[in-house]
């Protein structure tokens, strides 16, 4: 765990991990998991230097309950910066201008 978190963050970052691993997830994927959701707290409460603008404007990882986790298709699907950023990944061409449909259409979803 980072310095920089506090000790609620630590307590936080710990009950995660062990609800993940409790799960049947995996100890790796389980601290990934837990850390990225600490960070994701800690940005939205503004504890951190930088935060990615989907994290402020997302909801929070507690909120959203694992609808759009991974590949799975909850309602609505994946937000459009997440396919936005896959798009990016992929190196889709005119990916700036799509709508969520099109891009969407363009990684064959």
């Known amino acids: 765990m980072p310095q920089a978190w506090s000790k609620k963050r630590e307590r936080q970052y710990e009950h995660v991990k ?9 100890p790796e994927r389980a601290k990934e998991i837990a850390a990225r959701t600490v960070n994701k ?3 939205q409460a503004g504890e951190s230097r930088e ?7 997302d909801k929070s990882p507690q909120q959203r309950g694992g609808e759009r986790s991974g590949n799975r298709k909850g309602p609505g699907g994946p937000t459009k910066d997440q ?5 990016k990944k992929r190196n889709i061409d005119g990916r700036s201008t799509m709508t969520k449909r099109e891009l969407e259409r ?4």
Do not use: F, I, P
């Open 51 to 57: 935060a990615s603008k989907t994290s402020l404007d």
């Open 83 to 87: 396919l936005y950023n896959e798009a």
């Open 106 to 109: 363009a990684l064959g979803r």
């Open 41 to 43: 707290n800690r940005a």
């Open 18 to 26: 062990d609800s993940a691993e409790d799960r049947g997830v995996g």
